[in-house]
């Protein structure tokens, strides 16, 4: 019986460069008190959201992941066509087919696999294990992640549980073969039974009646039951990150950045504290200018952290990203 060839890939990866793009349109919070009954100081120190960006009509999701992706190419020196796979981590592409991954690919003129992946605020994290698996297993020698969002789309302005938290944008980073060790061991997974903690308010193909029996209906918009997750996040994801430390076989004094999903100052307030992260270390704190933009939170956070020099390229950093599913990701990385 003939016996099937198999493939072996590189022995080890790294993300070798990051781009981010963030739309143009600043909303302060002073904007966002004209919709729900709160404060810019209740936001400042309950979330630690001074304002957010949210993309005007032009600024679509494709659109802002082929801006991110030039710059990440750009960043890493391959071009489209070297691209054996795209994965696209999004919740807010409104068409179930085709994915954006396949409009991106067509954009970067490449022929390499495309698909989305639905992970909520976890995705990018989901995307670089999976596109480092691809790379060692010899799928591919190059992939694009991009994390990208428009929850603008997504966001009930009057909805006092979320109006505030959510920005848009996208971020993006290309994954290839290194000669040493570049992505750690991903620490993953669901807790599928907190489900309902983080919904849409219906589904796409399910427009329900307004109460006043018009067909006035808006969304489907995001709903949070926010005290919940934060709990969740605040205990279950200091374990998280703690084991990927272990995974990668580091610990928080060999880190040279902590970069966390941006969903609340005081969730990393004390993802900081269990890490026992030395002072020195910088930790990204993109939530002040950008909101939570769930998907595109970590590579937004990681080009700035480069860009002003907050974090070395070469150093170890610890992503970790967390939301609805409720699901979580995280791994030690080499910085590009
Ligand atoms: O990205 C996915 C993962 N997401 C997260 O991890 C988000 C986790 N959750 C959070 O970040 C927080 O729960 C929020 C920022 C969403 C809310 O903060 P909180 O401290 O949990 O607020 P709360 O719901 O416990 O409400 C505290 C108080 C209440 O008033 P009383 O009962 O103490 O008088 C609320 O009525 O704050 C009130 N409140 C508000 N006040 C002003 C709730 N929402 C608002 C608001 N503005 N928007």
Request: net charge negative; proline share 4%.
């Amino acid at each position: 019986m003939a016996v099937i060839r198999e493939k072996q890939g590189a022995a080890h990866t790294r993300i070798m460069g990051v781009g981010g793009y963030v739309p143009s349109r600043v909303v302060t919070n002073d904007e966002v008190i004209t919709w729900i009954d709160s404060s810019d100081e209740w936001i400042r120190t309950r979330s630690g959201i001074a304002e957010r960006r949210w993309g005007t009509p032009e600024e679509t999701v494709l659109e802002m992941s082929v801006q991110s992706a030039g710059k990440a190419l750009a960043a890493a020196g391959i071009s489209g066509d070297q691209l054996g796979a795209i994965i696209v981590s999004t919740v807010s592409h409104f068409h179930q087919t085709p994915a954006l991954a396949c409009l991106v690919a067509d954009r970067l003129g490449t022929n390499g696999a495309a698909y989305d992946i639905s992970a909520g605020c976890a995705g990018f994290c989901y995307g670089v294990a999976q596109a480092s698996d691809m790379v060692k297993a010899g799928s591919a020698e190059y992939v694009l992640v991009i994390g990208v969002e428009r929850l603008s789309d997504l966001t009930d302005i009057h909805d006092r549980g979320t109006a505030f938290i959510f920005g848009d944008g996208a971020g993006a980073v290309v994954i290839g073969p290194s000669d040493t060790p570049g992505i750690g061991p991903v620490v993953w997974g669901a807790e599928g039974d907190k489900y309902d903690t983080i919904t849409q308010t219906f589904a796409w193909n399910d427009k329900p009646e307004a109460e006043d029996g018009s067909d006035e209906v808006r969304g489907p918009f995001l709903r949070m039951e926010g005290q919940a997750v934060f709990r969740w996040a605040s205990y279950q994801m200091a374990e998280v990150s703690l084991k990927a430390l272990a995974e990668a076989g580091i610990t928080a004094g060999d880190l040279d950045a902590f970069i966390p999903h941006q969903a609340n100052n005081r969730i990393t307030d004390r993802l900081v504290k269990v890490l026992g992260l030395p002072e020195e270390v910088p930790v990204a704190r993109t939530i002040a200018e950008y909101g939570n933009n769930s998907a595109a939170t970590i590579p937004l956070a990681m080009e700035r952290m480069l860009a002003d020099g907050t974090a070395p390229s070469g150093g170890l950093a610890l992503l970790i990203g967390f939301g609805a599913g409720l699901v979580y990701a995280a791994q030690v990385v080499a910085l590009p």
